[in-house]
């Protein structure tokens, strides 16, 4: 018993510590949220939180590349060498001059439509693909409200068991869950969850597991709340 203790402890600890950690801010030194941080040439991949903060789930030392993308910033990529856990990488990343280049619109057709054309006579072929694979899946739900007035209607609005700071704004539900998914046609599709966290009341708004947002733009239809008729199904043709 005192083994088997002793095993599941180490297990645990291992888990705990093996993981690339670090902060990403911006040149002003302003903490960046939802930052996408992967290792190159794998599915290993996690976001920042609100004060840029990242926990990166690795589970072997050596050289990794890890990349840092961000909308409207220069895409940084720093190769390391890591020989213990916790690793500390921290990033600094560095806005993006984005220039566009000329564009000429013919008003006799919007080029989208052959994109879209060409896109439906695609679409079995696709829809054929996804008939058998294996993922990785990671979500993150975040519902964070500003300004909350005190009352609405007369009634007391609370503070969201303190999620609510002086001014009046705080987010008031976070959700993340890693899992890995398993499909082939026409079983359900299976998830295995690695970890999940939740806090907050969701409210009713949630995506802390994949079935929630299972849907396939290359079915003709699909259940979305309703059924609803794909943007690139056979009747748009």
Known sequence: MKYSLLTLFSLVSTFAFSQITGTVTSDNNTPLAVVNIFIEDTYTGTTTNNDGNYLLEVSKTGDYTVTFQYLGYKTLKKKVTIDKFPFVLDAVLSEEDINLDEVVINSEENP???????????RKDNLNKLKAFRAEFYSRGLLKMVDVPEKVLGQDVGDFDGALDSTRTGIVYLSETISKLEYQAPKPIKETIIASKVSGDSNGFSFNNATDVEFNFYQNTFELGSEIVSPVSDFCI
Request: charged share 20%.
């Open 112 to 122: 989208a439509n052959a994109i879209m054309r060409q896109t439906i006579a695609k």
